[in-house]
């Protein structure tokens, strides 16, 4: 029994310990498997890490890159604004009253002539009379030989110092030259000095005269000396006779249309010219827009009710706070994109740079709204809540009768609305037209861009002017009641 026992304990203790360590094995295997799952998984988290410093490297660069635009942009800004506070500093050095400048100028001319004329006396050359000493006959105090080229007169040239009393016709050739060059024609000084002999000679000219002779072509340069010839026949000293061609170029800048200021400075546009501009002149010196006609205009009836001031346009905001039509018909173009600015659209002011957008037109012109303001400004017709506010403001701006007057001439019947691409084509007279010539005067010929009354044209500046017929009053709208009345009467 014993051994039977053994025997059985050994055959049933063998596969009890093959199944022992097959089970140790496979535990073994299972636990190798774990570790070989962790370490993939480590593997994958290491190349999860790897490709996300890769990315955040990529990221980095491209934010250095940015930030180095950046940098270069507000670079650039920084120049803009230098640029932009520099011109406006030339623009506040430019605003300076010009009548201190002329003093200034006055000024160092007195003192300039003052140190000459003590040179002159240190040296005892101050009599300039060489033409009554007799030959071989010396004085002191005459001319010296090593000053003569400098201080020596022709007979001509000693009195060339017009005196204003004398009347033009006895002017001497020489005088009549210096009165050329101080108006703007130097150009035409030296035929001129072969042609005349007084200034009877260009006074009894005849138009063809002033081109043969002085070889006048240009139409504006023949104009501005046939109307300075006009005020010296009829001895009518008009108040625009005092601005000159240099002051027509910065009220051009003050109307909002400097990009005319060759065409009108090659022309020698004075204050007398603009009273007498037609419309062919204007598109003579490439003025074509319809909308830049009508600046001209008001601009022009401005300086009339102001009798030619030159200092009549605001540039700078003042102290009013509800500024009255009368006030903005006086605004340039720069104090209207101040307004801008005040009302909260200052991002769309410097729009008006050129557009010849300014009080004048404003207020005087009926078919200037809201609209139009908001073209010319650029501000999208789907925006409509910011062309709301602008048309408030506007209409705050102007006063109600402005509003009403330019509501009814906008619903009147065949209304047009101004348009930045309309222009302005000459005008050609049909056959009907010459039979009516004869008849008419040269006064009624000129198709002025904005006329004067017949009655004014008697008393110039000076004299209160009747308001032309766009504008009748100092009222800056117009006044179409009488009109209206003269329209009813008839019909009742």
């Not at 030339?90 to 009548?99: F, I, S």
């Not at 005849?206 to 081109?211: H, L, M, N, T, Y």
């Given at each position: 029994?014993?051994?039977?026992?053994?025997v059985?304990?050994?055959?049933?203790?063998?596969?009890?310990?093959?199944?022992?360590?097959r089970?140790?094995?496979?535990s073994?295997?299972?636990?190798?498997?774990?570790?070989?799952?962790?370490?993939?998984?480590?593997l994958v988290d290491?190349?999860?890490k790897?490709?996300?410093?890769?990315?955040?490297?990529h990221?980095?660069?491209?934010i250095l890159?940015?930030?180095?635009l950046?940098?270069e942009k507000?670079?650039h800004?920084?120049?803009?604004k230098?640029?932009y506070?520099?011109?406006?500093k030339?623009?506040?050095?430019?605003?300076?009253?010009?009548?201190q400048?002329?003093?200034?100028?006055d000024?160092?001319?007195?003192?300039?002539n003052?140190?000459?004329?003590s040179?002159i006396?240190?040296?005892?050359?101050g009599?300039?009379?060489?033409?009554?000493l007799e030959p071989?006959?010396?004085?002191?105090g005459?001319?010296?030989?090593?000053?003569?080229?400098?201080?020596t007169?022709?007979?001509?040239?000693?009195?060339?110092?017009?005196d204003?009393?004398?009347p033009?016709?006895?002017?001497t050739?020489e005088q009549?030259c210096?009165?050329?060059?101080?108006?703007?024609l130097g150009?035409y000084?030296?035929?001129?000095?072969?042609w005349?002999?007084?200034g009877?000679?260009?006074l009894s000219a005849?138009?063809?005269?002033?081109?043969k002779?002085?070889g006048l072509k240009h139409?504006?340069?023949?104009?501005?000396?046939?109307l300075?010839?006009?005020?010296?026949?009829?001895?009518?000293?008009?108040k625009?006779?005092?601005?000159?061609h240099i002051?027509?170029?910065r009220?051009?800048d003050d109307?909002?249309?400097?990009q005319?200021k060759?065409?009108f400075?090659?022309?020698?546009v004075d204050g007398r010219?603009?009273?007498?501009?037609?419309?062919?002149d204007?598109?003579?010196?490439k003025v074509t827009?319809?909308?830049?006609?009508?600046?001209?205009k008001?601009?022009?009836?401005?300086l009339h009710?102001?009798?030619?001031?030159?200092?009549?346009?605001?540039?700078?905001?003042?102290?009013?706070?509800n500024?009255s039509p009368?006030e903005?018909?006086?605004?340039s173009n720069?104090?209207?994109?101040?307004?801008?600015r005040?009302?909260?659209?200052a991002?769309?002011?410097?729009?008006?740079?050129?557009?010849?957008?300014h009080?004048g037109l404003?207020?005087l012109?009926l078919?200037?709204s809201?609209?139009?303001?908001?073209?010319?400004?650029?501000?999208?017709p789907?925006k409509?809540?910011?062309?709301r506010?602008?048309?408030?403001?506007?209409?705050?701006?102007v006063g109600t009768?402005?509003t009403?007057?330019?509501?009814?001439?906008?619903?009147a019947?065949g209304h047009?609305?101004?348009t930045?691409?309309?222009?302005?084509?000459?005008?050609?007279l049909?056959?009907?037209?010459f039979?009516?010539l004869r008849?008419?005067?040269?006064d009624?010929l000129a198709?002025?861009?904005?006329?004067?009354d017949?009655?004014?044209?008697?008393?110039m500046?000076?004299?209160s002017?009747?308001?032309?017929?766009?504008?009748?009053g100092?009222?800056?709208?117009?006044?179409?009641?009488?009109e209206?009345?003269?329209?009813?009467?008839?019909?009742?």
């Open positions: 029994v014993w051994e039977l026992c053994r059985l304990w050994a055959l049933l203790r063998s596969p009890l310990h093959e199944r022992l360590s089970t140790s094995l496979e073994q295997k299972l636990d190798l498997m774990g570790e070989v799952s962790y370490l993939k998984l480590k290491m190349e999860e790897q490709i996300h410093g890769v990315e955040r490297q990221k980095a660069e491209v890159q940015e930030l180095r950046l940098k507000v670079d800004l920084e120049d803009q230098s640029q506070e520099r011109r406006l030339a623009t506040k050095l430019r605003d300076v009253n010009d009548t400048v002329l003093n200034i100028m000024s160092m001319f007195m003192k300039s003052t140190v000459l004329s040179r006396r240190r040296t005892q050359s009599g300039l009379q060489g033409e009554d071989n006959h010396f004085r002191r005459g001319l010296r030989a090593t000053a003569g080229p400098r201080l007169r022709t007979p001509e040239s000693g009195s060339t110092v017009r204003m009393n004398t033009f016709s006895q002017w050739r009549v210096g009165w050329l060059e101080d108006y703007g150009q000084v030296n035929l001129t000095r072969q005349v002999d007084n009877q000679t260009l005849r138009p063809q005269d002033f081109e002779e002085m139409p504006l340069h023949r104009k501005k000396l046939q300075a010839l006009r005020g010296f026949s009829t001895k009518a000293m008009e625009s006779s005092e601005l000159d002051w027509v170029t009220w051009l109307i909002g249309l400097p005319y060759d065409q400075h090659e022309g020698r010219m603009l009273q007498y501009l037609t419309v062919n204007l598109l003579f010196l827009s319809q909308l830049h006609h009508l600046s001209i008001c601009a022009i009836h401005v009710v102001n009798k030619f001031n030159p200092h009549c346009l605001r540039r700078r905001p003042g102290e009013e706070r500024p009368s903005v018909i006086q605004w720069h104090r209207v994109m101040e307004w801008l005040a009302v909260d659209l991002e769309y002011a410097p729009n008006l740079r050129g557009s010849g957008v009080g404003i207020i012109e078919r200037f809201s609209e139009t303001l908001a073209m010319l400004l650029n501000i999208p789907q409509t809540l910011l062309r506010h602008l048309a408030t403001a506007f209409t705050a701006l009768q402005a009403r007057e330019k509501w009814e001439y906008a619903n019947t047009a609305p101004l930045t691409a309309a222009k302005v084509r000459p005008k050609k049909g056959f009907t037209h039979s009516h008849k008419r005067r040269p009624d198709d002025y861009i904005c006329p004067i017949s009655v004014s044209l008697s008393a500046n000076g004299v002017h009747q308001p032309y017929v766009g504008v009748r100092l009222s800056p709208i117009l006044d179409r009641e009488p209206r009345r003269e329209q009813v009467g008839p019909k009742s």
